[in-house]
């Protein structure tokens, strides 16, 4: 084989190496034509903590209901019940960029919300599981 053949097929491994890191390196795409858009969406109460620390302006949602919220509540929660979230959300959240910290009494209505956050636009939002997990 000569010079000018080994240069070339150099080069393509080199454009092929880029394309599988740069592809390998894209975040998930939120769309997923139906599918879960949990994956990669779920944190740990202590991660949630973290989170708030260093970002004081992010959102910390409760999706319970109003008795649940009236029982006890994390400090500077702003309670949407899970079952009014698409008629109200437009009006307590209207940055779509906001980092969103969601929880709910034990994390299934949490997960819940948070999809549906995602499929309604939303881009930074997080669920970091119950209350009973604080």
Not at 6 to 18: Q, T
Not at 23 to 28: K, N, V, Y
Not at 33 to 51: E, F
Not at 55 to 76: C, K, M, Q, T
Request: with cysteine; charged share 20%.
């Amino acid at each position: 084989m000569n010079n000018k053949w080994k240069i070339i097929l150099g080069i393509a491994v080199c454009i092929f190496a880029i394309f599988m890191f740069a592809t390998a390196t894209q975040e998930p795409n939120t769309d997923t034509g139906g599918h879960d858009m949990y994956r990669n969406r779920r944190i740990t109460a202590a991660q949630a903590r973290d989170m708030i620390a260093r970002y004081p302006s992010a959102i910390i949602l409760d999706v319970r209901n109003e008795w649940e919220f009236a029982a006890g509540h994390i400090p500077g929660a702003i309670l949407l019940p899970d079952y009014d979230i698409k008629d109200k959300v437009t009006y307590i959240l209207q940055d779509l960029y906001a980092l969103i910290l969601v929880y709910c009494q034990r994390g299934n209505r949490s997960r819940s919300a948070t999809n549906l956050l995602v499929s309604m636009g939303y881009v930074n939002v997080y669920d970091f599981g119950g209350i009973v997990d604080w």
